[in-house]
């Protein structure tokens, strides 16, 4: 029921009549009631007159010199000198009310009607094909403009690139501002072919155009501005910085720039969502999934910052304190990256649900389940200790030493499953299921990750080396490499080369390096480079000048099985 508030304002005031989203007309506030409060009397007692399925009989009385509308002998309103339109007398204004309150009631009945419905869902079905052929259509036209080499001007490389860049994403944001517009406008056409969603659409309406503006227009410049961020930055350290941090930033961002551009235009997509705070159905929609990719992004970019800290300057640090720079350090990565996974799990949490009461509903359900599945629990864990630290992956061979089989059991990992893990031997070609509880008591044998990595190294040094020269460059080599975590001791191997033309002695140096995974196999390169320039500085300070060729030569001798 609508209440019709008293108003102490003397002002004109005007509120409109909105009937399935469609103004009828405009009325005034007449003592004592508002003309919101009028408006929205009328509106109801419409609504309930479509609702009743009675038709219309629409009257015009006099009362107190003032002609009242009724319908179906029920009050809707009076007429006053205040409501008039033009030169217009309250009783011809009260006519012309009513016979658009008649077509208004006319045409609400018939849109509800099952028949109007089935023409406007296949309506709404041919805009969506229709929609999707545009959408499908340009985005074939955006790729046919860019077919064939463009006829560029003759610059630098580094010009050129930029040119292209900047083209392309030109393109692509043409392309996605053509594709909103398509979308934005069967999104209106069909909003307006019912009367529910019609009312949406007047409430949206009003100054939903000049928001969907600014919001696209946000959209546009977040994403250039998140494009040329990292180059921004870079321009600024490299004018105004000193050198050292500007190896920081060519250390630090170029390796992920990509990455950093995402999480730019993250955020700046993300604050532009302001645009659109005040329709609070569409806002939470989008601010859900914003949020979670942009905390995804930032999480990313954390842990791809921190690797780059510990393959860069974590060495460093560890070696200076004295400490032996071994595996531990991908430990150290690896609980980093749950830190900062977990951190962004309660950044997204907060604010969306009581935290606190789930983790204690959490906790006291999950005291309940370990007690009542204990052995599941447990292999569950073990599961999730093996995807952990990851002795094996699926499609390896490994060997487990088992008290049954002195020889142990060898064959190749199938799956990895929840409970257990398969094991395939090669003879026989027998399945084993193996419990995952089963592999921390066992020692694991894994045969796939015995390969070694062979590393050549050519040295060109600017002089003809004489026989103590060569002695001195063989042990600098030796105690650089046979000192480095990683690197088969006793494997270096160094052959020299005297070369006519032009005057100069070529060293080339081989060795093993040992590896149990990609991420440890990095970390041994990394180790490696170190050393590198370690070798460098002592053999300058002896007064032995050389040239590295790069790039240095990786070659993978796999294991046979």
């Given at each position: 029921?609508?209440?019709?508030?008293?108003?102490?304002?003397?002002?004109?005031?005007?509120?409109?009549?909105?009937?399935?989203?469609?103004?009828?007309?405009?009325?005034?506030?007449?003592?004592?009631?508002?003309?919101?409060?009028?408006?929205?009397?009328?509106?109801?007692?419409?609504?309930?007159?479509?609702?009743?399925?009675?038709?219309?009989?629409?009257?015009?009385?006099?009362?107190?010199?003032?002609?009242?509308?009724?319908?179906?002998?029920?009050?809707?309103?009076?007429?006053?000198?205040?409501?008039?339109?033009?030169?217009?007398?309250?009783?011809?204004?009260?006519?012309?009310?009513?016979?658009?309150?008649?077509?208004?009631?006319?045409?609400?009945?018939?849109?509800?009607?099952?028949?109007?419905?089935?023409?406007?869902?296949?309506?709404?079905?041919?805009?969506?094909?229709?929609?999707?052929?545009?959408?499908?259509?340009?985005?074939?036209?955006?790729?046919?403009?860019?077919?064939?080499?463009?006829?560029?001007?003759?610059?630098?490389?580094?010009?050129?690139?930029?040119?292209?860049?900047?083209?392309?994403?030109?393109?692509?944001?043409?392309?996605?501002?053509?594709?909103?517009?398509?979308?934005?406008?069967?999104?209106?056409?069909?909003?307006?072919?019912?009367?529910?969603?019609?009312?949406?659409?007047?409430?949206?309406?009003?100054?939903?155009?000049?928001?969907?503006?600014?919001?696209?227009?946000?959209?546009?410049?977040?994403?250039?501005?998140?494009?040329?961020?990292?180059?921004?930055?870079?321009?600024?350290?490299?004018?105004?910085?000193?050198?050292?941090?500007?190896?920081?930033?060519?250390?630090?961002?170029?390796?992920?720039?990509?990455?950093?551009?995402?999480?730019?235009?993250?955020?700046?997509?993300?604050?532009?969502?302001?645009?659109?705070?005040?329709?609070?159905?569409?806002?939470?929609?989008?601010?859900?999934?914003?949020?979670?990719?942009?905390?995804?992004?930032?999480?990313?970019?954390?842990?791809?910052?921190?690797?780059?800290?510990?393959?860069?300057?974590?060495?460093?640090?560890?070696?200076?304190?004295?400490?032996?720079?071994?595996?531990?350090?991908?430990?150290?990565?690896?609980?980093?990256?749950?830190?900062?996974?977990?951190?962004?799990?309660?950044?997204?949490?907060?604010?969306?649900?009581?935290?606190?009461?789930?983790?204690?509903?959490?906790?006291?359900?999950?005291?309940?389940?370990?007690?009542?599945?204990?052995?599941?629990?447990?292999?569950?864990?073990?599961?999730?200790?093996?995807?952990?630290?990851?002795?094996?992956?699926?499609?390896?061979?490994?060997?487990?030493?088992?008290?049954?089989?002195?020889?142990?059991?060898?064959?190749?990992?199938?799956?990895?499953?929840?409970?257990?893990?398969?094991?395939?031997?090669?003879?026989?070609?027998?399945?084993?299921?193996?419990?995952?509880?089963?592999?921390?008591?066992?020692?694991?044998?894994?045969?796939?990750?015995?390969?070694?990595?062979?590393?050549?190294?050519?040295?060109?040094?600017?002089?003809?080396?004489?026989?103590?020269?060569?002695?001195?460059?063989q042990e600098v080599i030796k105690e650089s490499t046979n000192s480095l975590f990683g690197i088969d001791p006793g494997s270096t191997k160094i052959n020299f080369l005297d070369l006519p033309e032009p005057k100069i002695t070529r060293a080339r140096v081989t060795f093993f390096i040992l590896g149990s995974s990609?991420?440890?196999?990095?970390?041994?390169?990394?180790?490696?480079?170190?050393?590198?320039?370690?070798?460098?500085?002592?053999?300058?300070?002896?007064?032995?000048?050389?040239?590295?060729?790069?790039?240095?030569?990786?070659?993978?001798?796999?294991?046979?099985?």
């Open positions: 029921m609508v209440l019709l508030v008293p108003t102490t304002a003397q002002s004109k005031e005007l509120a409109p009549v909105v009937f399935d989203g469609r103004q009828l007309f405009e009325v005034s506030n007449s003592e004592p009631f508002t003309a919101q409060g009028r408006a929205d009397w009328i509106n109801s007692q419409l609504q309930t007159l479509v609702e009743s399925e009675e038709p219309p009989k629409i009257e015009i009385e006099q009362r107190n010199k003032s002609p009242i509308i009724r319908i179906n002998g029920r009050y809707l309103l009076t007429v006053t000198q205040r409501d008039v339109v033009l030169e217009n007398s309250p009783e011809e204004q009260a006519v012309i009310w009513s016979q658009t309150i008649d077509q208004a009631v006319k045409k609400a009945r018939k849109e509800r009607s099952s028949k109007f419905l089935w023409q406007a869902s296949l309506l709404v079905s041919g805009t969506l094909v229709l929609a999707i052929f545009l959408h499908w259509g340009l985005g074939r036209l955006w790729r046919y403009s860019l077919v064939g080499p463009r006829q560029l001007p003759a610059v630098d490389d580094n010009t050129q690139d930029r040119q292209s860049l900047a083209s392309n994403l030109y393109s692509n944001l043409t392309l996605l501002l053509a594709r909103t517009i398509v979308w934005v406008w069967v999104i209106l056409f069909s909003l307006n072919l019912f009367p529910i969603t019609r009312q949406w659409s007047y409430r949206l309406g009003e100054d939903l155009l000049v928001t969907l503006i600014f919001f696209l227009l946000s959209i546009f410049f977040s994403v250039i501005a998140g494009q040329y961020s990292p180059s921004l930055v870079r321009a600024a350290i490299l004018r105004f910085s000193p050198e050292p941090i500007t190896n920081i930033y060519e250390n630090f961002v170029e390796p992920i720039i990509n990455l950093f551009r995402l999480t730019g235009s993250l955020i700046l997509l993300s604050l532009s969502l302001f645009w659109l705070s005040k329709y609070e159905l569409i806002y939470g929609f989008i601010r859900f999934f914003m949020d979670l990719g942009l905390i995804v992004s930032l999480a990313w970019l954390l842990s791809r910052l921190f690797r780059q800290f510990i393959r860069i300057y974590g060495i460093d640090i560890v070696r200076k304190l004295g400490w032996e720079v071994d595996e531990l350090i991908l430990v150290f990565e690896a609980l980093a990256n749950v830190i900062i996974g977990f951190i962004g799990i309660l950044a997204f949490a907060q604010g969306r649900f009581d935290l606190i009461g789930l983790l204690a509903g959490l906790g006291i359900g999950g005291l309940a389940i370990a007690f009542a599945a204990q052995k599941t629990l447990e292999q569950l864990l073990s599961t999730i200790v093996l995807y952990l630290d990851r002795p094996f992956v699926s499609g390896e061979y490994i060997r487990l030493q088992s008290g049954l089989n002195p020889q142990g059991l060898f064959g190749r990992v199938e799956s990895i499953g929840l409970r257990s893990t398969k094991i395939r031997t090669p003879a026989k070609s027998t399945l084993f299921v193996v419990p995952n509880s089963i592999f921390a008591n066992l020692e694991i044998e894994n045969i796939s990750r015995g390969k070694k990595i062979m590393v050549l190294l050519y040295l060109d040094f600017s002089q003809l080396l004489a026989a103590p020269e060569q002695a001195l460059v990609e991420n440890s196999v990095q970390l041994r390169k990394r180790l490696l480079e170190l050393a590198n320039a370690t070798m460098s500085k002592k053999l300058i300070a002896y007064g032995i000048d050389f040239k590295m060729e790069e790039p240095t030569i990786y070659v993978e001798s796999p294991v046979t099985i």
